[in-house]
Each structure stands twice: as structure tokens, then as C-alpha cells.
């Protein structure tokens, strides 16, 4: 997912996406005990967009409270 495609979305859309994420990755770590992984990539591919995420997300809080 791409920064500027973040920067579209409403913040109650990136607090879902969030959410997904973070799922997405505990269910990952489930699969890594077992042994059943498939794409190991995926668990930093998440983690850099969850990163994302919350950088748009304090960028428009900060943004809001200088006005």
C-alpha cells in the first residue's frame, strides 16, 4: 500500500485497515508456530503498513491542532 493512497482515505477507513492488519498479522504468527507459513515477507509488508497508517494519522492530528 502506497503512502499517498493512505492520504485518500478517511481516518475511520485507516483505523479499519488498522485493525485488518494487525489480524492479519496475529494469524500469521499462528501459522509461523506451526510451521505453515507461506509468504514470510507478508509479516513485514504488514508491519510497514500498519507504520504507515499511523504516520498519516499523527500527521493529520498535528496538522489539526496548528490550526
Do not use: C, H, W
Amino acid at each position: 500500500m502506497k503512502y499517498k493512497d493512505l492520504k485518500e482515505f478517511s481516518d475511520e477507513e485507516l483505523f479499519s485497515k488498522e485493525n485488518e492488519l494487525k489480524k492479519e498479522t496475529f494469524q500469521l504468527n499462528s501459522q509461523r508456530q506451526l510451521g505453515r507459513v507461506e509468504k514470510p515477507s507478508s509479516f513485514r509488508n504488514n508491519r510497514k503498513d500498519i507504520a504507515r497508517i499511523l504516520t498519516v494519522l499523527s500527521e493529520r492530528k498535528a496538522n489539526g491542532k496548528k490550526r
